[in-house]
């Protein structure tokens, strides 16, 4: 267990020294995914998403970013992790919804970016449904801000970037 988020290593400690379980799969799927982003491993990242039934939406979907299954989300992930060279994610806040079998995370998205370019800083939420096990992510839907999103695509142009 990675305990590199501060809410965690307190609730973790408390149920490891009480003998009882205080994260489900899909949370640490989900912080497994965050720390995947911190490392800009785009491995990492891939390997939290289900292989078959994966798609990907950024939204408002007025930024005209299209749905991507696994392998269209690869190329993506590939270019925006090409454009920072430090990057976290600090969740805000966490919301685990067992009868959609999804987590809602409202996030810092903290970065530098690459050859100088200055620091980085957006919101975002990502809404997650899980595989039955909650072992892999079979929907991510993220919702960011759009004068951001713009800004990067005008300023970075990330290759697979995505927007109209």
């Known amino acids: 267990m990675d305990y590199s988020h501060p809410s965690l290593r307190i609730f973790e400690r408390l149920g490891n020294l009480f003998g009882y379980p205080t994260q489900s799969r899909r949370l640490q799927t989900a912080y497994q995914l965050l720390d995947a982003y911190k490392a800009l491993s785009v491995d990492r990242i891939l390997a939290q998403l289900d292989d078959a039934a994966f798609s990907q939406q950024v939204l408002p979907y007025s930024?005209?970013?299209?749905?991507?299954?696994?392998?269209?989300?690869?190329?993506?992930?590939?270019?925006?992790?090409?454009?920072f060279k430090e990057f976290r994610m600090e969740p805000q806040q966490v919301f685990e919804d067992e009868v959609q079998n999804a987590v809602i995370i409202q996030a810092k998205m903290i970065g530098?970016?690459?050859?100088?370019?200055?620091?980085?800083?957006n919101e975002c939420i990502m809404i997650m449904k899980f595989t039955p096990d909650g072992r892999q992510i079979i929907s991510h839907e993220e919702f960011v801000d759009s004068a951001k999103a713009k800004l990067m695509k005008e300023r970075l142009a990330p290759k697979d970037f995505g927007a109209k």
């Open 63 to 83: 930024l005209g970013m299209p749905k991507r299954n696994k392998a269209e989300f690869t190329g993506h992930a590939k270019g925006v992790t090409s454009v």
């Open 112 to 121: 530098e970016l690459t050859q100088d370019r200055g620091p980085w800083e």
